[in-house]
């Protein structure tokens, strides 16, 4: 007979602590319910304000200003294709639910980002939360939020913000440490503080790097997006839930294909936020190094002169 490892039960500890959360904490929960559902309805809400075929046409306009004619093109007839599957208001629910999951994120992930690049404790100790966050099913994080805010729009944006927050956490700490050291070494001889360096210098550099993990951050979210269907979050994910329950396979691939839409959308349109910078990076390396290298030259002539 085989020796069996005594159970811990881990899953009762957490229980319990969820359960201690939401009875002692209650106020401050439903404040970030009803928080978070004031912003998510009220977005929605600004978003279906106008006619659709006005906002696809503002949405096509702004597609042409960031990136292309060619992606305006495709905003016009992908958004127009929602409208004409009738699927604009829950196109337009998940669009705000996923601008506010982003937007908390992103608020929360930049800042922890810069201070794992700027300390290596705090990068150590963040490592492992982050891949703890990232190899967790996503369907996972809906049982505490659900005990905690009940259903609605408060426990989709609350996993989506945890689930898709870490690529923007990782990202930024690259690309603050792929800055050029001689760059930030340039910045430190001219007398900047710490913070100079990191708004002036870091940021920009890291710019690109740093919104390829918004990118991602709003991929993870728009797919989480889809997940909080489950929990009573309006919008296409919960049409997708429908689907699955009725065997639906039409509206299914309906709602399925405005997701694509409205994915390929955020996707090009954050790429493009990053390219112009990315495209003047090099030019803005060769100045600071050239500043640097003439600062060098100065201070080396100074010295020269009383010797001579």
């Not at 050029?180 to 001219?190: N, Q, S, Y």
């Not at 994915?263 to 003047?280: E, K, M, V, Y």
Request: hydrophobic share 55%; net charge neutral; no cysteine.
């Amino acid at each position: 007979m085989m020796d069996s490892l005594p159970h811990l039960p881990l899953g009762d500890r957490v229980d319990t602590g969820i359960r201690w959360i939401k009875d002692n904490l209650s106020v401050v929960l439903d404040s970030i319910k009803d928080s978070l559902e004031f912003l998510v309805e009220g977005l929605s809400d600004w978003l279906l304000t106008l006619p659709s075929l006005i906002v696809v046409i503002l949405f096509a306009v702004l597609a042409a200003g960031i990136r292309s004619l060619r992606f305006a093109v495709f905003a016009l007839l992908g958004m127009g294709l929602i409208v004409s599957m009738e699927l604009w208001e829950p196109a337009m629910q998940t669009l705000a639910m996923v601008i506010i999951a982003t937007l908390i994120a992103v608020i929360i992930a930049i800042p922890i980002g810069v201070l794992a690049a700027r300390n290596n404790t705090v990068s150590a100790v963040v490592r492992p939360v982050l891949d703890f966050m990232q190899t967790m099913p996503a369907l996972v994080y809906l049982v505490p939020v659900v005990i905690f805010f009940s259903i609605g729009y408060a426990p989709g944006v609350v996993a989506t913000i945890v689930f898709s927050m870490a690529p923007g956490v990782r990202l930024t700490e690259l690309g603050i440490r792929q800055v050029d050291k001689e760059t930030v070494e340039a910045g430190e001889a001219f007398g900047g503080t710490p913070w100079q360096i990191l708004r002036g210098i870091q940021l920009p550099l890291g710019l690109p790097t740093i919104m390829a993990g918004v990118n991602q951050v709003i991929m993870l979210a728009l797919s989480m997006a889809v997940m909080a269907g489950f929990v009573g979050a309006d919008g296409l994910g919960k049409i997708v839930v429908e689907s699955l329950a009725r065997v639906n396979v039409s509206l299914g691939f309906e709602a399925g294909l405005a997701i694509v839409i409205l994915a390929i959308f955020l996707d090009r349109s954050t790429a493009a936020i990053g390219q112009p910078t990315g495209r003047s990076l090099s030019a803005l390396v060769r100045r600071r190094r050239k500043a640097a290298q003439r600062a060098a030259a100065e201070q080396k002539d100074s010295q020269a002169v009383p010797a001579a």
